[in-house]
Nanobody
Framework: VQLQASGGGLVQSGGSLRLYCAAS????????MGWYRQAPGKEREFVAA???????NYADSVKGRFTISRDNAKNTVYLQMNSLKPEDTAVYYC???????????????WGQGTLVTVSS
């Protein structure tokens, strides 16, 4: 399964961005989808996740500012980021787990990352 992330860019502090991540391939079902980020010199960290049924979970650092959503028909997950801060600067990666069609094997895939830069 391939994940294609997009939507990153340069934005001023207080601004907004919307990230997109579309999954493609021989997909039977996608269960959880999520976003992670990795800032320069730091480890990758969890940002937000959403189940197939729409239940969400957020890192404390983004609660109230970021909103994750998904379109199951399009195998796409979104991350609406508002009130951005310089400390949100990072490469954002999407993740999805589920099962392949045909053999029913499980997958856990990552996108290539999209850079978000927030200037002060």
């Amino acid at each position: 399964v391939q994940l294609q992330a997009s939507g990153g860019g340069l934005v001023q502090s207080g601004g907004s961005l919307r990230l997109y991540c579309a999954a493609s391939g021989t997909i039977f079902v996608i269960n959880d989808m999520g976003w992670y980020r990795q800032a320069p010199g730091k480890e990758r960290e969890f940002v937000a996740a959403i189940t197939r049924g729409g239940s969400t979970n957020y890192a404390d650092s983004v609660k109230g500012r970021f909103t994750i959503s998904r379109d199951n028909a399009k195998n796409t997950v979104y991350l609406q980021m508002n009130s951005l801060k310089p400390e949100d600067t990072a490469v954002y990666y999407c993740n999805a787990d589920g099962r392949y069609s045909g053999n029913g094997r499980a997958f856990d895939s990552w996108g290539q990352g999209t850079l978000v830069t927030v200037s002060s």
